[in-house]
């Protein structure tokens, strides 16, 4: 049987070459290095799981894991008459055809008419074969089918990670953290960088974190236990020069401060290396993985307070990477590398040049740049580089201040940052998600995160659209490709506003933007003419949407196995062909704001032009007449008038919101954002009773107000004729 089995991985592994021209039509992510695709197998009895002897404890949790996920989907994964998938060790199959490069997290996975074997020579390759098993399963329950393939595949940059913002607003909960841990390393992430400013708890400064809203010691052990079993190492990042201004905001800190309440600590103040040293030193005690994370980005303060001799002598960039080296020096106890954001120091590079190779060797300057650059992205690199420091490139999911991440810009910007990156030599890339004004949803990043991955792991320049066209399938399990073109129309979208219409792209400002004010009838007057086209857009979203749903019946009943995810998983405790449904409600939100967008200015103007109509005929006789000023009032503040609709668009929203929230945040931070729903309704509800007056009078003197007292604009001009 062994000889067989040998016999056959060799026959295998013959026909692979380099990743060629007849790539499958298997939908995979990340794409591996080298596929060629065999003949499928339907899966009516499920699989059997093997982990060939001996087999090491992290095996067993890899086969463990992939039996666990295709519990889940409704498959069988112990039968005994199920399609064999055996997970394996080199040692066992010396003629696999490993390189040295594969060696540290590669795999290969060999085809048989009895199944498929994962080859890894360490447990971070196995694991990552069985990942790409679970994506070569199709289908759920009964109905499911293993697509064949042989596959050699290993990475291309040796970090691939997430910075996730938990500092402005949303913090998420613990189990929506392993839900996240378990999702990355399905995709082949290493590492999890949590973002703090004053959201880790610290015993030596126990004023900083607020309660409820900030990550306990023991749930940062918790999470770092869960993570290893993953092969994600969490690495924090706390800021620890700028970006501290809700720390700076205590008194007892004040002196730290390069000005009052500011976010920069001030470099000649004694006690800034003093609280840094605390924080970190309790850091590397929670999170004992090989980095810890500086921030040190965007020192906007500096100079501008407390040292503004010291800069106005010796120059800014001289000041900034002096005290980063005295940070670096303060924690070299600790035994770490230290990587930084390299925005600042960047625009020094001779002094890049010059600075100790000690300290150059103790870091990793990570280059952050979130939209596209024609130019491409060298000039943000090479400072680094030429200074002979080790690189990472940051690129954007671009989730920040939008009802929903603009990919247009998010795929373009991890695509080309991070091929540039390889090319360069950078040896990592940390993709990143930012909440600026606290109305960020993990749920509606899974795009970017997961092109992200893609991105890192496979050589060269990722393919968009061979991402787009595996997304929904490979994540969602939808067989229809309807969200993979929901999520296309929420680019174009975006690209109606940013493109045609010139006013942001799909922001927050203009979605709670009021119409009827100044700025808003100057914004008003640039979205309006393009309003109808990017309703459509967000309203063909919502159609495939529902499609998808409409097209996923749930799969054949399955013996009972172990206990389905939690709510935090995203996975219902039925199984059903859609999987992370959380994603998909807060695909749906985006779409519904989205469309908002457009209908507030269409009904604002509506509104305008109705009263003006209804206040040029207040004056008439005409019985036909004084019904249509009745009809327009009516039309204006009606039970289904036009300022019920704001009322009706923002309730709603404001719940499905809330919902939304709670799918993988705490209580923390989510009040600020309600309050900005009800703030809203409120506008509109007192819009409704000045109105309502204005009706009243219209029935009692069969006169009305002007517009402008009740806070009504005129209707904007017509354009001009082309």
Same mark, same amino acid.
Request: aromatic share 10%.
């Given at each position: 049987?062994?000889?067989? @089995?040998l016999g +056959?991985?060799l026959?295998?592994?013959?026909?692979l070459g380099s990743?060629?021209?007849?790539?499958?039509? /298997?939908k995979?992510?990340?794409m591996?290095r080298?596929?060629?695709?065999?003949a499928?197998q339907?899966?009516p009895h499920?699989?059997r799981?093997?982990?060939?002897?001996p087999?090491?404890?992290?095996?067993?949790?890899?086969?463990?894991d992939?039996?666990m996920?295709l519990?889940? @989907?409704g498959?069988q994964?112990?039968s005994?008459?199920?399609v064999?998938?055996?997970?394996t060790?080199l040692?066992?199959?010396?003629?696999s055809?490993f390189? !040295?490069?594969?060696?540290a997290?590669?795999?290969?996975? %060999?085809?048989?008419?009895?199944g498929?074997?994962v /080859?890894g020579d360490?447990?971070a390759?196995v694991?990552y074969g069985?990942?790409?098993?679970k994506q070569l399963?199709?289908?759920?329950g009964?109905?499911a089918?293993l697509?064949?393939a042989?596959i @050699?595949?290993w990475p291309?940059?040796?970090?691939?990670g997430?910075d996730?913002d938990?500092?402005?607003?949303?913090?998420?909960?613990?189990?929506?953290?392993?839900h996240l /841990?378990?999702?990355? %390393?399905?995709?082949?992430?290493?590492?999890?960088?949590?973002?703090?400013?004053?959201?880790q708890?610290? %015993?030596s400064? *126990?004023l900083?974190?607020?309660?409820g809203?900030s990550v306990?010691?023991e749930?940062a052990?918790e999470?770092? #236990?869960? #993570?290893?079993l993953y092969?994600?190492d969490?690495?924090?990042e706390q800021?620890?020069?700028g970006h501290?201004?809700h720390?700076?905001?205590?008194e007892?800190?004040? *002196? &730290?401060?390069?000005t009052p309440h500011?976010?920069?600590?001030?470099p000649g103040? *004694?006690g800034s290396?003093?609280?840094?040293?605390?924080?970190f030193t !309790?850091l590397?005690a929670?999170?004992p993985?090989?980095f810890?994370?500086?921030?040190? $980005?965007?020192?906007v $303060?500096?100079?501008?307070?407390? +040292?503004k001799s010291d800069v106005?002598? @010796?120059?800014l960039?001289?000041?900034?990477?002096?005290f980063?080296q005295?940070?670096?020096?303060?924690?070299k106890p600790?035994?770490r590398?230290f990587?930084?954001w390299g925005?600042?120091?960047?625009?020094?590079?001779? &002094?890049?040049k010059g600075l100790?190779?000690?300290?150059?060797?103790s870091?990793?300057a990570?280059?952050w740049?979130y =939209?596209p650059?024609?130019?491409?992205?060298?000039r943000?690199?090479?400072?680094?580089i030429?200074a002979?420091?080790? +690189?990472?490139?940051?690129p954007s999911?671009?989730n920040f201040?939008?009802?929903?991440?603009n990919?247009?810009?998010a795929?373009?910007n991890i695509?080309r940052f991070?091929?540039d990156g390889q090319r360069?030599?950078?040896?990592g890339?940390l993709?990143?998600?930012? =909440?600026?004004?606290g !109305?960020?949803?993990?749920?509606?990043?899974?795009?970017?995160?997961?092109?992200?991955a893609?991105?890192?792991w496979?050589k060269g320049?990722?393919?968009i659209? $061979?991402?787009?066209d595996?997304?929904?399938?490979?994540?969602?399990g939808?067989a229809t490709g309807?969200? =993979?073109?929901a999520?296309?129309e929420?680019?174009l979208?975006?690209s109606v506003?940013k493109?045609q219409?010139?006013?942001g792209d799909?922001?927050?400002?203009?979605?709670?933007?009021d119409?009827?004010s100044? $700025?808003g009838l100057?914004?008003?007057a640039?979205?309006?003419?393009?309003?109808h086209?990017?309703?459509?857009?967000?309203?063909r979203? &919502?159609?495939?949407?529902?499609?998808?749903?409409a097209a996923a019946?749930?799969?054949a009943p399955v013996s009972?196995g172990?206990?389905?995810?939690?709510p935090a998983?995203?996975?219902p405790t039925a199984?059903?062909t859609l999987? !992370?449904t959380?994603?998909i409600?807060a695909l749906?939100?985006?779409?519904?704001r989205?469309?908002?967008?457009?209908l507030?200015f269409?009904?604002?103007e509506?509104?305008?032009?109705?009263y003006?109509?209804?206040?040029?005929?207040?004056?008439?006789?005409d019985?036909?007449?004084?019904?249509?000023?009745?009809?327009?009032?009516?039309d204006?503040n009606?039970a289904?008038?036009?300022?019920?609709?704001?009322?009706?668009?923002y309730?709603? &929203?404001?719940d499905?919101?809330?919902?939304?929230w709670?799918?993988?945040n705490?209580a923390?931070?989510l009040?600020?954002?309600l309050?900005?729903y009800d703030?809203?309704?409120?506008?509109?509800?007192?819009?409704?009773d000045?109105?309502?007056s %204005?009706?009243r009078q219209?029935?009692d003197?069969?006169?009305?107000? *002007?517009?402008?007292?009740?806070?009504?604009?005129?209707?904007?001009p017509?354009?001009a004729p082309k």
């Amino acid at each position: 049987m062994y000889f067989f @089995r040998l016999g +056959t991985l060799l026959v295998g592994f013959g026909v692979l070459g380099s990743f060629a021209s007849a790539q499958p039509s /298997i939908k995979l992510i990340p794409m591996p290095r080298e596929i060629r695709a065999t003949a499928d197998q339907a899966l009516p009895h499920g699989v059997r799981i093997v982990c060939a002897a001996p087999c090491a404890a992290e095996d067993q949790f890899a086969a463990d894991d992939l039996a666990m996920t295709l519990q889940t @989907r409704g498959i069988q994964a112990a039968s005994a008459t199920g399609v064999q998938i055996e997970l394996t060790r080199l040692a066992a199959r010396p003629d696999s055809r490993f390189t !040295e490069e594969m060696k540290a997290e590669g795999y290969a996975i %060999a085809a048989s008419g009895g199944g498929l074997t994962v /080859i890894g020579d360490t447990a971070a390759g196995v694991f990552y074969g069985a990942q790409t098993v679970k994506q070569l399963i199709e289908g759920d329950g009964g109905r499911a089918v293993l697509h064949g393939a042989n596959i @050699r595949d290993w990475p291309a940059m040796k970090y691939r990670g997430l910075d996730d913002d938990l500092s402005r607003g949303p913090v998420t909960t613990l189990e929506f953290e392993k839900h996240l /841990i378990r999702t990355l %390393a399905a995709y082949k992430v290493n590492l999890y960088s949590p973002y703090f400013e004053h959201t880790q708890q610290y %015993a030596s400064n *126990p004023l900083m974190a607020p309660p409820g809203g900030s990550v306990t010691a023991e749930e940062a052990r918790e999470l770092v #236990a869960y #993570a290893r079993l993953y092969h994600i190492d969490v690495v924090p990042e706390q800021e620890a020069f700028g970006h501290l201004h809700h720390n700076l905001n205590w008194e007892q800190y004040q *002196p &730290l401060a390069e000005t009052p309440h500011g976010a920069v600590l001030a470099p000649g103040q *004694p006690g800034s290396l003093a609280l840094i040293k605390q924080m970190f030193t !309790e850091l590397a005690a929670l999170y004992p993985g090989p980095f810890l994370h500086i921030g040190a $980005d965007e020192t906007v $303060d500096l100079g501008l307070g407390q +040292t503004k001799s010291d800069v106005d002598a @010796r120059g800014l960039g001289v000041v900034y990477l002096d005290f980063l080296q005295r940070i670096v020096t303060e924690l070299k106890p600790l035994n770490r590398r230290f990587l930084f954001w390299g925005d600042i120091a960047q625009d020094s590079p001779d &002094l890049l040049k010059g600075l100790p190779q000690s300290f150059k060797d103790s870091t990793i300057a990570i280059a952050w740049v979130y =939209n596209p650059e024609p130019r491409g992205y060298d000039r943000f690199l090479t400072p680094f580089i030429n200074a002979g420091m080790e +690189t990472w490139v940051a690129p954007s999911v671009n989730n920040f201040r939008r009802v929903y991440p603009n990919n247009n810009y998010a795929l373009a910007n991890i695509q080309r940052f991070t091929a540039d990156g390889q090319r360069l030599g950078s040896t990592g890339q940390l993709n990143t998600i930012w =909440n600026d004004d606290g !109305e960020g949803l993990f749920n509606q990043d899974w795009y970017g995160i997961l092109f992200g991955a893609a991105a890192a792991w496979q050589k060269g320049e990722s393919s968009i659209p $061979d991402f787009q066209d595996s997304y929904a399938q490979v994540f969602h399990g939808d067989a229809t490709g309807d969200l =993979n073109e929901a999520q296309k129309e929420m680019m174009l979208a975006h690209s109606v506003l940013k493109d045609q219409a010139k006013e942001g792209d799909g922001t927050n400002s203009i979605f709670w933007l009021d119409p009827m004010s100044k $700025d808003g009838l100057r914004i008003g007057a640039q979205v309006l003419p393009y309003a109808h086209e990017l309703r459509l857009h967000a309203e063909r979203a &919502l159609t495939l949407i529902a499609q998808a749903r409409a097209a996923a019946p749930a799969p054949a009943p399955v013996s009972a196995g172990p206990k389905a995810y939690d709510p935090a998983d995203s996975y219902p405790t039925a199984p059903t062909t859609l999987r !992370e449904t959380a994603a998909i409600d807060a695909l749906e939100l985006g779409a519904r704001r989205m469309d908002l967008i457009g209908l507030k200015f269409q009904l604002a103007e509506e509104i305008s032009e109705g009263y003006q109509r209804a206040y040029a005929m207040q004056n008439t006789t005409d019985k036909k007449q004084r019904m249509s000023v009745s009809r327009e009032l009516s039309d204006i503040n009606g039970a289904n008038g036009r300022i019920q609709d704001y009322i009706d668009a923002y309730s709603l &929203l404001r719940d499905l919101y809330e919902q939304a929230w709670y799918r993988s945040n705490r209580a923390y931070g989510l009040r600020p954002v309600l309050e900005h729903y009800d703030y809203t309704v409120g506008i509109w509800e007192a819009r409704s009773d000045r109105l309502r007056s %204005a009706q009243r009078q219209w029935s009692d003197t069969h006169t009305l107000p *002007p517009a402008a007292d009740l806070g009504i604009p005129p209707p904007a001009p017509a354009p001009a004729p082309k």
